[in-house]
């Protein structure tokens, strides 16, 4: 099952959010996908975690067999906000399937 993390970086984590992230992407190192999604460079992963000693670790675990997406272009979101002949959207309902 491939379990998404999304917008990592968008907020600053203490330690313990490093040491918690650390230990899913160890658990699933090699065994599982995981998708991150963020705006931000590998090297810059340690302003997201400020004082967190497994930040390096981290990076290493998850980059030794990632497949990087890069995206370049204007942001959907800006793109839509700005146009204000456009009315809203409706809100989505996502439905899940339950078991």
Request: charged share 25%; glycine share 4%; net charge positive.
């Amino acid at each position: 099952m491939i379990r998404p993390i999304a917008i990592l970086g968008y907020l600053p984590c203490d330690s313990r959010a490093a040491e918690l992230l650390y230990n899913i992407i160890s658990r699933r190192h090699e065994q599982r996908s995981t998708i991150i999604s963020t705006n931000l460079a590998f090297k810059q992963w340690g302003t997201t975690f400020p004082g967190a000693a497994c930040v390096v670790a981290l990076v290493d675990r998850f980059a030794q067999h990632c497949h990087r997406v890069e995206i370049l272009g204007e942001s959907w979101r800006d793109k839509h906000r700005l146009d204000t002949d456009r009315p809203d959207p409706p809100p989505s309902r996502s439905r899940r399937k339950r078991s």
